[in-house]
T-cell receptor
Framework: EAGVVQSPRYKIIEKKQPVAFWCNPI?????LYWYLQNLGQGPELLIR????????DSQLPKDRFSAERLKGVDSTLKIQPAELGDSAVYLC?????????????????FGEGSRLTVL | GNSVTQMEGPVTLSEEAFLTINCTYT??????LFWYVQYPGEGLQLLLK?????DKGSNKGFEATYRKETTSFHLEKGSVQVSDSAVYFC???????????FGQGTTLQVKP
């Protein structure tokens, strides 16, 4: 079974340019997450989707970041315009969301990430 | 709010040494606790988990016990190998959202 697929793996852009990341979750997983991982830090949630609906986007900087998950499958994360501080790894994860108390495993499956460098 | 604190790294050990990576948490309610591992060049993957107090998660020789009284979930392995070199993340999730909150990660380097 294919895992979570992200592209591009690496992206180098100049500040003020736009950038987009794409994620294809594991087939059948209804919950999709975008996490931000700064160097030497743990991942931090940006946005969580259940099917097409963004159910938690409280940590997404909405002035420059946007995300969508059309048809409840693939998702894109966009930054426009990018700033120097956006240099980081952007992780996508998916899960079959049944809460642990309802028979779910609580496990998230992560892609390899997209490493962004803003010059 | 919920948070996770891990011991700072890097941790450098010789092969076959005993490993402990400390993890403590702050949470309301009864979270589930996880250890994720990130090998060089790979994505994060689940190593083990525990969903209630006194549960012990185990996998690949690693163990961690959910200690509610000390709010801890320390990772242990009796004999590490070079192939265990990776970054280890402790995480918690609330039982009804699946949202993971991670610690800052601990880098483990095992030397032959």
């Amino acid at each position: 079974e294919a895992g979570v697929v992200q592209s591009p793996r690496y992206k180098i852009i100049e500040k003020k340019q736009p950038v987009a990341f794409w994620c294809n979750p594991i087939s059948g997983h209804n919950t999709l997450y975008w996490y931000l991982q700064n160097l030497g830090q743990g991942p931090e949630l940006l946005i969580r989707y259940e099917n097409e609906e963004a159910v938690d986007d409280s940590q997404l900087p909405k002035d420059r970041f946007s995300a969508e998950r059309l048809k409840g499958v693939d998702s894109t994360l966009k930054i426009q315009p990018a700033e120097l501080g956006d240099s980081a790894v952007y992780l996508c994860a998916s899960s079959l969301h049944n809460p642990v108390g309802q028979g779910g495993t609580g496990e998230l499956f992560f892609g390899e990430g997209s490493r962004l460098t803003v010059l | 709010g919920n948070s996770v604190t891990q011991m700072e790294g890097p941790v450098t050990l010789s092969e076959e040494a005993f490993l402990t990576i400390n993890c403590t948490y702050t949470a309301t309610g009864y979270p589930s606790l996880f250890w994720y591992v990130q090998y060089p060049g790979e994505g994060l993957q689940l190593l083990l988990k525990a969903t209630k107090a006194d549960d012990k998660g185990s996998n690949k020789g690693f163990e961690a016990t959910y200690r509610k009284e000390t709010t801890s979930f320390h990772l242990e392995k009796g004999s590490v190998q070079v192939s265990d070199s990776a970054v280890y993340f402790c995480a918690l999730s609330s039982s009804n959202t699946g949202k993971l909150i991670f610690g800052q990660g601990t880098t483990l380097q095992v030397k032959p």
